[in-house]
Protein backbone atom coordinates (compact mmCIF):
# COMPACT_ATOMS: atom_id res chain seq x y z
CA UNK A 1 0.00 0.00 0.00
CA UNK A 2 2.74 1.88 -0.36
CA UNK A 3 2.71 3.63 -3.47
CA UNK A 4 -1.03 4.50 -4.02
CA UNK A 5 -4.06 5.97 -2.58
CA UNK A 6 -12.13 4.37 0.93
CA UNK A 7 -13.06 2.87 -0.03
CA UNK A 8 -17.82 1.37 2.59
CA UNK A 9 -23.48 5.09 -0.22
CA UNK A 10 -25.33 8.89 -1.91
CA UNK A 11 -28.20 9.70 -3.83
CA UNK A 12 -29.16 13.81 -3.76
CA UNK A 13 -32.98 13.93 -3.60
CA UNK A 14 -33.52 17.64 -5.23
CA UNK A 15 -36.52 19.57 -5.21
CA UNK A 16 -37.16 18.99 -9.00
CA UNK A 17 -34.14 17.41 -10.30
CA UNK A 18 -34.43 13.81 -11.36
CA UNK A 19 -33.49 11.05 -9.32
CA UNK A 20 -30.44 9.90 -11.14
CA UNK A 21 -28.20 12.18 -9.07
CA UNK A 22 -26.66 8.99 -6.86
CA UNK A 23 -24.43 8.71 -3.95
CA UNK A 24 -21.51 6.32 -3.42
CA UNK A 25 -19.33 5.13 -0.54
CA UNK A 26 -16.30 7.88 0.22
CA UNK A 27 -12.49 7.16 0.33
CA UNK A 28 -11.45 9.92 -1.81
CA UNK A 29 -7.93 12.17 -1.40
CA UNK A 30 -7.17 15.27 -2.16
CA UNK A 31 -7.72 16.34 -5.78
CA UNK A 32 -5.66 19.07 -8.02
CA UNK A 33 -6.35 22.48 -7.66
CA UNK A 34 -8.96 23.41 -10.95
CA UNK A 35 -8.44 26.81 -12.78
CA UNK A 36 -11.10 29.70 -11.71
CA UNK A 37 -14.57 29.72 -13.48
CA UNK A 38 -17.42 31.71 -13.43
CA UNK A 39 -19.72 31.50 -10.43
CA UNK A 40 -22.66 28.60 -10.67
CA UNK A 41 -26.24 28.96 -11.08
CA UNK A 42 -26.96 28.03 -7.35
CA UNK A 43 -30.33 26.21 -6.54
CA UNK A 44 -32.19 25.04 -3.44
CA UNK A 45 -31.61 21.26 -1.94
CA UNK A 46 -33.42 19.02 0.41
CA UNK A 47 -31.99 16.76 2.59
CA UNK A 48 -31.12 12.96 2.67
CA UNK A 49 -29.66 9.72 3.70
CA UNK A 50 -28.65 5.74 3.48
CA UNK A 51 -28.78 2.40 5.32
CA UNK A 52 -26.47 -0.96 5.80
CA UNK A 53 -27.53 -4.09 6.52
CA UNK A 54 -24.81 -5.86 8.58
CA UNK A 55 -25.96 -6.92 11.87
CA UNK A 56 -24.40 -4.56 14.94
CA UNK A 57 -20.96 -5.98 15.66
CA UNK A 58 -20.78 -6.95 19.63
CA UNK A 59 -17.77 -5.92 22.48
CA UNK A 60 -14.55 -7.09 22.40
CA UNK A 61 -11.19 -6.31 24.45
CA UNK A 62 -10.42 -2.55 24.90
CA UNK A 63 -8.61 -0.79 22.79
CA UNK A 64 -5.36 0.91 23.60
CA UNK A 65 -6.26 4.22 25.94
CA UNK A 66 -7.10 6.69 23.24
CA UNK A 67 -5.15 10.66 24.04
CA UNK A 68 -7.06 13.16 25.76
CA UNK A 69 -8.84 15.42 23.15
CA UNK A 70 -8.15 18.73 22.30
CA UNK A 71 -10.73 20.94 22.15
CA UNK A 72 -10.55 25.08 20.98
CA UNK A 73 -13.16 27.34 21.05
CA UNK A 74 -11.31 30.24 19.16
CA UNK A 75 -11.32 28.84 15.60
CA UNK A 76 -13.28 30.26 12.74
CA UNK A 77 -17.10 29.04 12.91
CA UNK A 78 -17.89 26.19 10.62
CA UNK A 79 -20.00 27.28 7.56
CA UNK A 80 -23.63 27.17 8.23
CA UNK A 81 -24.40 26.21 4.48
CA UNK A 82 -22.45 24.50 1.35
CA UNK A 83 -21.63 24.76 -2.53
CA UNK A 84 -22.82 20.76 -3.63
CA UNK A 85 -22.35 19.77 -7.25
CA UNK A 86 -24.39 17.10 -8.27
CA UNK A 87 -23.73 16.44 -12.18
CA UNK A 88 -23.81 19.40 -13.65
CA UNK A 89 -25.35 21.28 -11.44
CA UNK A 90 -24.47 22.81 -8.30
CA UNK A 91 -27.04 23.33 -5.16
CA UNK A 92 -26.99 25.94 -2.10
CA UNK A 93 -27.36 23.19 1.08
CA UNK A 94 -27.75 23.74 4.62
CA UNK A 95 -24.59 22.11 6.11
CA UNK A 96 -27.29 20.15 8.79
CA UNK A 97 -29.25 18.72 6.03
CA UNK A 98 -26.05 17.70 3.88
CA UNK A 99 -24.51 15.86 7.09
CA UNK A 100 -27.55 14.16 7.67
CA UNK A 101 -27.17 12.19 4.53
CA UNK A 102 -23.62 12.07 4.48
CA UNK A 103 -23.62 9.87 8.17
CA UNK A 104 -26.41 8.33 6.86
CA UNK A 105 -24.58 7.02 3.50
CA UNK A 106 -21.60 6.65 5.33
CA UNK A 107 -21.84 4.38 8.80
CA UNK A 108 -24.82 2.01 9.65
CA UNK A 109 -27.60 4.06 11.45
CA UNK A 110 -27.80 1.30 14.17
CA UNK A 111 -24.55 2.02 15.06
CA UNK A 112 -23.35 3.42 18.78
CA UNK A 113 -24.37 6.92 19.20
CA UNK A 114 -20.98 8.40 19.96
CA UNK A 115 -19.64 6.53 16.68
CA UNK A 116 -22.56 8.33 15.09
CA UNK A 117 -21.24 11.42 16.40
CA UNK A 118 -17.36 11.06 15.49
CA UNK A 119 -18.86 10.02 12.02
CA UNK A 120 -21.16 13.48 12.10
CA UNK A 121 -17.85 15.58 12.66
CA UNK A 122 -15.49 13.94 10.56
CA UNK A 123 -17.97 13.85 7.68
CA UNK A 124 -18.34 17.76 8.59
CA UNK A 125 -14.37 18.08 8.71
CA UNK A 126 -14.30 16.23 4.98
CA UNK A 127 -16.43 18.62 3.55
CA UNK A 128 -14.37 21.57 4.98
CA UNK A 129 -11.29 20.20 3.94
CA UNK A 130 -12.77 19.92 0.41
CA UNK A 131 -13.36 23.40 0.59
CA UNK A 132 -10.60 24.50 1.53
CA UNK A 133 -8.50 22.72 -1.18
CA UNK A 134 -10.66 24.00 -3.95
CA UNK A 135 -10.93 20.54 -5.63
CA UNK A 136 -13.91 22.16 -7.75
CA UNK A 137 -13.83 25.67 -9.39
CA UNK A 138 -18.07 26.07 -9.28
CA UNK A 139 -18.35 24.45 -5.90
CA UNK A 140 -17.26 23.74 -2.27
CA UNK A 141 -18.00 19.86 -2.04
CA UNK A 142 -19.69 17.18 -4.98
CA UNK A 143 -21.51 13.76 -4.22
CA UNK A 144 -19.16 11.65 -6.16
CA UNK A 145 -17.40 9.60 -3.26
CA UNK A 146 -14.08 9.01 -5.40
CA UNK A 147 -13.62 12.77 -5.57
CA UNK A 148 -14.97 13.98 -1.99
CA UNK A 149 -18.13 12.83 0.12
CA UNK A 150 -20.99 10.27 0.21
CA UNK A 151 -24.92 12.08 0.39
CA UNK A 152 -28.32 10.02 0.04
CA UNK A 153 -31.53 11.64 -0.11
CA UNK A 154 -34.65 11.29 2.48
CA UNK A 155 -36.37 9.72 -0.07
CA UNK A 156 -34.26 7.04 -0.39
CA UNK A 157 -33.35 6.62 2.98
CA UNK A 158 -37.26 5.39 3.25
CA UNK A 159 -37.33 3.43 0.66
CA UNK A 160 -34.11 1.83 2.10
CA UNK A 161 -34.95 1.31 5.59
CA UNK A 162 -38.75 0.59 5.10
CA UNK A 163 -40.48 0.34 8.89
CA UNK A 164 -36.84 1.06 10.91
CA UNK A 165 -37.02 4.58 8.60
CA UNK A 166 -38.09 6.71 11.56
CA UNK A 167 -35.69 5.27 14.39
CA UNK A 168 -32.54 5.48 12.07
CA UNK A 169 -33.30 8.92 10.87
CA UNK A 170 -33.96 10.42 14.57
CA UNK A 171 -30.21 8.55 15.44
CA UNK A 172 -28.58 9.63 12.65
CA UNK A 173 -30.24 13.07 12.79
CA UNK A 174 -29.18 13.30 16.83
CA UNK A 175 -25.55 12.89 16.11
CA UNK A 176 -25.71 15.57 13.50
CA UNK A 177 -27.48 18.03 16.11
CA UNK A 178 -25.27 17.45 18.87
CA UNK A 179 -22.47 17.84 16.93
CA UNK A 180 -23.54 21.10 15.47
CA UNK A 181 -20.36 23.03 14.27
CA UNK A 182 -17.95 20.87 15.72
CA UNK A 183 -14.45 20.09 13.26
CA UNK A 184 -11.50 18.97 13.35
CA UNK A 185 -8.02 20.82 12.43
CA UNK A 186 -4.14 20.71 12.72
CA UNK A 187 -2.45 24.14 12.47
CA UNK A 188 -5.80 26.00 12.79
CA UNK A 189 -6.72 24.03 9.39
CA UNK A 190 -9.61 21.36 8.91
CA UNK A 191 -8.23 17.98 8.71
CA UNK A 192 -8.52 15.66 6.17
CA UNK A 193 -10.73 13.09 8.01
CA UNK A 194 -10.34 9.66 5.55
CA UNK A 195 -12.11 7.30 7.17
CA UNK A 196 -12.90 3.39 5.91
CA UNK A 197 -14.65 0.29 7.19
CA UNK A 198 -12.81 -2.04 9.12
CA UNK A 199 -9.03 -2.17 9.76
CA UNK A 200 -6.58 -5.41 10.63
CA UNK A 201 -5.77 -4.27 14.22
CA UNK A 202 -4.20 -0.87 12.82
CA UNK A 203 -4.65 1.34 10.97
CA UNK A 204 -2.97 2.86 8.00
CA UNK A 205 0.06 5.37 7.38
CA UNK A 206 -1.14 8.03 5.11
CA UNK A 207 2.01 8.44 3.84
CA UNK A 208 2.17 4.44 2.85
CA UNK A 209 -0.50 5.46 0.17
CA UNK A 210 -0.61 9.16 -0.21
CA UNK A 211 1.23 11.97 0.90
CA UNK A 212 2.59 11.24 4.47
CA UNK A 213 0.84 13.74 7.19
CA UNK A 214 1.48 14.09 11.09
CA UNK A 215 -2.65 13.23 12.26
CA UNK A 216 -2.77 10.10 9.72
CA UNK A 217 -0.60 7.73 11.14
CA UNK A 218 -1.09 4.19 11.91
CA UNK A 219 -3.22 3.94 15.31
CA UNK A 220 -4.43 0.63 16.57
CA UNK A 221 -7.75 -0.24 16.30
CA UNK A 222 -9.98 -3.02 18.20
CA UNK A 223 -12.70 -5.06 15.93
CA UNK A 224 -11.29 -7.91 14.89
CA UNK A 225 -13.38 -11.14 13.09
CA UNK A 226 -15.83 -11.98 15.77
CA UNK A 227 -17.19 -8.01 16.15
CA UNK A 228 -17.44 -7.16 12.40
CA UNK A 229 -19.61 -9.09 9.66
CA UNK A 230 -17.49 -10.43 7.02
CA UNK A 231 -14.23 -9.29 8.35
CA UNK A 232 -12.06 -12.09 6.76
CA UNK A 233 -12.65 -12.74 3.03
CA UNK A 234 -11.14 -15.06 0.49
CA UNK A 235 -10.56 -14.39 -3.17
CA UNK A 236 -9.82 -17.91 -5.45
CA UNK A 237 -8.07 -17.85 -8.58
CA UNK A 238 -7.29 -20.98 -11.22
CA UNK A 239 -3.57 -20.50 -11.92
CA UNK A 240 -4.65 -19.25 -15.45
CA UNK A 241 -6.60 -16.65 -14.16
CA UNK A 242 -4.17 -15.54 -11.78
CA UNK A 243 -1.56 -15.29 -14.55
CA UNK A 244 -3.54 -13.56 -17.18
CA UNK A 245 -4.78 -11.00 -14.30
CA UNK A 246 -1.18 -10.17 -13.77
CA UNK A 247 -0.37 -9.73 -17.99
CA UNK A 248 -3.49 -7.29 -18.16
CA UNK A 249 -1.63 -4.73 -16.63
CA UNK A 250 2.28 -5.94 -16.53
CA UNK A 251 2.51 -7.79 -19.96
CA UNK A 252 6.29 -8.55 -19.18
CA UNK A 253 5.44 -10.30 -16.08
CA UNK A 254 7.42 -13.96 -16.47
CA UNK A 255 5.44 -16.71 -15.51
CA UNK A 256 7.42 -19.29 -17.37
CA UNK A 257 8.50 -21.28 -14.22
CA UNK A 258 7.02 -23.57 -12.22
CA UNK A 259 3.63 -22.27 -10.42
CA UNK A 260 4.51 -22.68 -7.17
CA UNK A 261 7.02 -19.43 -8.34
CA UNK A 262 5.19 -17.45 -9.47
CA UNK A 263 4.45 -15.60 -6.44
CA UNK A 264 7.61 -13.69 -4.92
CA UNK A 265 8.51 -12.00 -1.58
CA UNK A 266 5.73 -10.38 -0.22
CA UNK A 267 6.85 -6.92 1.72
CA UNK A 268 4.74 -5.47 4.24
CA UNK A 269 3.47 -2.24 5.92
CA UNK A 270 4.18 -1.81 9.94
CA UNK A 271 0.39 -1.78 9.79
CA UNK A 272 0.73 -5.54 8.84
CA UNK A 273 -0.99 -4.41 5.15
CA UNK A 274 0.86 -5.60 1.75
CA UNK A 275 3.70 -2.77 0.56
CA UNK A 276 4.63 -4.56 -2.44
CA UNK A 277 4.60 -7.85 -3.43
CA UNK A 278 6.17 -9.93 -6.17
CA UNK A 279 4.28 -11.52 -8.74
CA UNK A 280 5.42 -12.94 -11.96
CA UNK A 281 8.88 -10.91 -11.31
CA UNK A 282 7.54 -7.73 -11.60
CA UNK A 283 7.11 -5.83 -8.12
CA UNK A 284 3.59 -4.50 -7.50
CA UNK A 285 2.08 -2.29 -5.05
CA UNK A 286 0.05 -3.71 -2.84
CA UNK A 287 -2.85 -1.02 -3.47
CA UNK A 288 -2.26 -2.10 -7.16
CA UNK A 289 -2.75 -5.94 -6.32
CA UNK A 290 -5.75 -5.22 -4.24
CA UNK A 291 -7.11 -3.48 -7.22
CA UNK A 292 -6.28 -5.84 -9.69
CA UNK A 293 -7.96 -8.71 -8.02
CA UNK A 294 -10.69 -6.82 -6.67
CA UNK A 295 -9.92 -7.66 -2.64
CA UNK A 296 -11.26 -5.79 -0.07
CA UNK A 297 -8.26 -4.35 1.46
CA UNK A 298 -4.82 -4.63 1.11
CA UNK A 299 -4.14 -6.57 4.49
CA UNK A 300 -3.99 -9.69 3.03
CA UNK A 301 -1.70 -12.70 2.32
CA UNK A 302 -1.30 -14.84 -0.81
CA UNK A 303 -0.50 -19.00 -1.02
CA UNK A 304 -0.14 -21.32 -3.81
CA UNK A 305 -2.84 -23.94 -3.47
CA UNK A 306 -1.50 -26.04 -5.61
CA UNK A 307 -4.15 -25.80 -8.13
CA UNK A 308 -4.36 -22.32 -8.09
CA UNK A 309 -4.00 -19.05 -5.83
CA UNK A 310 -5.73 -18.01 -2.46
CA UNK A 311 -6.00 -15.07 -1.12
CA UNK A 312 -6.83 -13.98 2.17
CA UNK A 313 -8.31 -10.66 3.26
CA UNK A 314 -8.72 -8.97 6.87
CA UNK A 315 -10.74 -5.64 6.63
CA UNK A 316 -12.52 -3.39 4.55
CA UNK A 317 -11.09 -0.65 2.87
CA UNK A 318 -7.98 1.55 2.79
CA UNK A 319 -7.06 2.20 6.11
CA UNK A 320 -6.59 5.69 6.78
CA UNK A 321 -7.87 7.53 9.22
CA UNK A 322 -11.30 6.45 11.47
CA UNK A 323 -11.94 2.63 11.32
CA UNK A 324 -16.09 2.73 11.39
CA UNK A 325 -16.08 -0.27 12.98
CA UNK A 326 -13.39 0.26 15.51
CA UNK A 327 -15.16 3.83 16.26
CA UNK A 328 -18.38 1.32 16.96
CA UNK A 329 -16.72 -0.79 19.52
CA UNK A 330 -14.65 2.27 21.30
CA UNK A 331 -18.00 3.38 22.16
CA UNK A 332 -19.83 0.10 22.87
CA UNK A 333 -16.68 0.08 25.52
CA UNK A 334 -17.47 3.82 26.90
CA UNK A 335 -15.48 6.05 24.63
CA UNK A 336 -17.63 8.95 23.38
CA UNK A 337 -16.87 11.07 20.28
CA UNK A 338 -14.41 13.27 21.69
CA UNK A 339 -12.09 10.27 22.35
CA UNK A 340 -12.68 8.15 19.30
CA UNK A 341 -11.66 11.10 17.04
CA UNK A 342 -8.84 12.02 19.27
CA UNK A 343 -7.82 8.35 19.00
CA UNK A 344 -8.28 8.43 14.86
CA UNK A 345 -6.63 11.46 14.56
CA UNK A 346 -4.17 12.39 16.60
CA UNK A 347 -2.50 15.73 16.99
CA UNK A 348 -5.59 17.49 15.86
CA UNK A 349 -8.10 19.88 18.04
CA UNK A 350 -11.59 19.75 17.88
CA UNK A 351 -13.28 23.15 17.30
CA UNK A 352 -16.57 23.83 19.22
Known amino acids: MKRTLVAAYLALFITCVPAFCLVWRSSGGAGPEPSPAAAPAVLSLRESAVPSS ?12 SPTPAVSQAAEPAPERLLVKCGPEVYDVDMQEYLIGVVAAEMPAYFEPEALKAQ ?3 ARTYAMYCAETCRHSDAQVCTDYSCCQAWISREDMESNW ?24 YEGQPVFAAFHSSSCGATEDCGAIWNPLPYLVSVSSPETADTVPGYVSQVELSSLDFRDTVLSAYPWADFTGEESSWVGEISLEDS ?14 GTEIR ?23 TGYGHGVGMSQHGANLMAAQGSDYTRILAHYYPGTTLVK
Open 120 to 122: AVA
Open 291 to 313: SLFSLRSTAFTLEYTGSGFLFTV
Open 162 to 185: GESFEANYAAVSRAVEETEGEYLV
Open 54 to 65: APSPAASAAPTP
Open 272 to 285: GRVASALLGGVEIS
